[in-house]
């Protein structure tokens, strides 16, 4: 089924390959992304996936930040896997996926429980994704951050970070993941980022990553500052009910819902959390 399902992927987007002119080129390659998209979105093994789409929005994400099914694509930190069971299916017929977690160590603070779960899960991640997604397992590599293979860097077209930026800039590795990452991009390659979004007034007390949100200025000028071009931000994953300010961080919101049921009637009828969507260009020159 999921073999059936990459090809179909691959196929829609050979088709944008057989159009004469620039013009019609493009618009053909826009259309055979949408229609792999939607078969992988459509596919069965996303079924327990599904109630989240209405909050993170994943064919209009993945269409601002312009991924295509012939891309190689990082997706950093993937976690659970949420959208490591779209994008894995979307581009491992005619590009490359990737997954690039954080160093165990990083999250020493939080316990040596944590960061063997960390490390185990990086070392068992292409093995588990395989027999998942039935995609072979040289085909899901995974790197820690501090150990991207010389031979990548300059080769990847997209960088993912999907609500992840907080716990780097907690840990202090903003800067050490974000300079492999961008030394992995193409030149001119992209990096998407979805993030919890304080309010614009919030003090920069809160505003750390502690709280699980930052505020959207000044990540546009952390990036900035790291050799990438803003290119565009986007209202997709926004959520104006999403006041910020609860007791247990953005984790008291679905589906974390870390207060337990104290309020959780209240908390589930916000939704998940308030998000920017942003998209930069790197400046590498390579």
């Given at each position: 089924?999921?073999?059936?399902?990459?090809?179909?992927a691959?196929?829609?987007?050979?088709?944008?390959?057989?159009?004469?002119?620039?013009?019609?080129?493009?618009?053909?390659?826009?259309?055979?992304?949408?229609?792999?998209?939607?078969?992988?979105?459509?596919?069965?093994?996303?079924a327990?996936?599904?109630?989240?789409?209405?909050?993170?929005?994943?064919?209009?994400?993945?269409?601002?930040?312009?991924?295509?099914?012939?891309?190689?694509?990082?997706?950093?930190?993937?976690?659970?896997?949420?959208?490591t069971?779209?994008l894995?299916?979307?581009?491992?017929?005619?590009?490359?996926?990737?997954?690039?977690?954080?160093?165990?160590?990083?999250?020493?603070?939080?316990?040596?429980?944590?960061?063997?779960?960390?490390?185990?899960?990086?070392?068992?991640?292409?093995?588990?994704?395989?027999?998942?997604?039935?995609?072979?397992?040289?085909?899901?590599?995974?790197?820690?951050?501090?150990?991207?293979?010389?031979?990548?860097?300059?080769?990847?077209?997209?960088?993912?970070?999907?609500?992840?930026?907080?716990?780097?800039?907690?840990?202090?590795?903003?800067?050490?993941?974000?300079?492999?990452?961008?030394?992995?991009?193409?030149?001119?390659?992209?990096?998407?980022?979805?993030?919890?979004?304080?309010?614009?007034?919030?003090?920069?007390e809160?505003?750390?990553?502690?709280?699980?949100?930052?505020?959207?200025?000044?990540?546009?000028?952390?990036?900035?500052?790291?050799?990438?071009?803003?290119?565009?931000?986007?209202?997709?994953?926004?959520?104006?009910?999403?006041?910020?300010?609860?007791?247990?961080?953005?984790?008291s919101?679905p589906?974390?819902?870390?207060?337990g049921?104290?309020?959780?009637?209240?908390?589930?009828?916000?939704?998940?959390?308030?998000?920017?969507?942003?998209?930069f260009?790197?400046?590498?020159?390579r």
């Amino acid at each position: 089924m999921m073999r059936s399902l990459i090809l179909a992927a691959a196929s829609a987007f050979a088709l944008s390959a057989c159009a004469p002119e620039a013009g019609e080129s493009a618009a053909s390659e826009t259309a055979a992304q949408g229609s792999a998209l939607e078969t992988v979105l459509a596919a069965d093994l996303r079924a327990d996936d599904k109630a989240r789409d209405a909050f993170r929005n994943p064919a209009e994400t993945l269409a601002f930040f312009q991924v295509q099914p012939d891309h190689t694509v990082i997706e950093y930190a993937p976690g659970g896997g949420w959208y490591t069971r779209v994008l894995a299916p979307l581009v491992s017929g005619e590009g490359s996926y990737i997954a690039v977690g954080f160093p165990p160590e990083a999250g020493a603070s939080i316990g040596e429980e944590f960061v063997a779960r960390v490390r185990e899960g990086g070392e068992t991640f292409a093995a588990r994704q395989s027999e998942a997604l039935g995609i072979p397992a040289e085909q899901l590599p995974f790197h820690f951050g501090n150990a991207i293979p010389e031979e990548l860097n300059g080769t990847v077209d997209r960088v993912l970070i999907f609500r992840m930026m907080h716990n780097l800039k907690r840990w202090g590795i903003d800067d050490s993941e974000i300079t492999a990452l961008k030394a992995a991009l193409k030149p001119g390659g992209m990096l998407g980022v979805v993030q919890h979004r304080a309010k614009a007034d919030a003090t920069d007390e809160f505003a750390d990553g502690n709280a699980g949100y930052l505020k959207q200025a000044d990540l546009i000028a952390y990036f900035e500052g790291q050799g990438f071009e803003l290119v565009d931000t986007s209202e997709i994953n926004a959520n104006p009910n999403d006041t910020t300010d609860h007791p247990n961080g953005v984790w008291s919101l679905p589906p974390s819902f870390a207060g337990g049921d104290e309020g959780r009637e209240e908390l589930a009828a916000i939704g998940e959390s308030d998000r920017m969507t942003l998209l930069f260009k790197s400046l590498n020159d390579r």
